[in-house]
């Protein structure tokens, strides 16, 4: 099974020019949605067996801490737009 490393590998011969070219290749023949499917199932599965069996608290962790990262992130763009507007006004001498 090719990784990463054989990519990187691959890519730190190759002239920057030739980079993007190479990875669409790789990622042609090694990421399908097939493959994709198929290694997140197996994941899947294994965390299942791993962590939920078991009575583990790491899932409702990591719901918690990817649920807290992706609201983050989705609402950084409109915080920062606000916080950059306020900033205008108060430069300007305005009220917000």
């Not at 294994?46 to 992706?70: H, M």
Request: overall charge positive; proline content about 5%; charged content about 20%.
């Amino acid at each position: 099974m090719p990784t990463v490393q054989n990519l990187v590998k691959e890519v730190s011969k190759l002239k920057t020019k030739e980079v993007p070219g190479a990875v669409q290749k790789f990622a042609a023949q090694h990421w399908t949605p097939a493959q994709l499917q198929g290694r997140f199932m197996n994941w899947l599965q294994n965390y299942k067996v791993k962590y939920i069996d078991t009575g583990s608290s790491k899932p409702l962790v990591d719901l918690c801490s990817y649920g807290f990262v992706f609201s983050y992130a989705y609402s950084w763009p409109r915080e920062y737009a606000h916080y950059k507007h306020e900033q205008e006004a108060k430069l300007k001498g305005g009220h917000h």
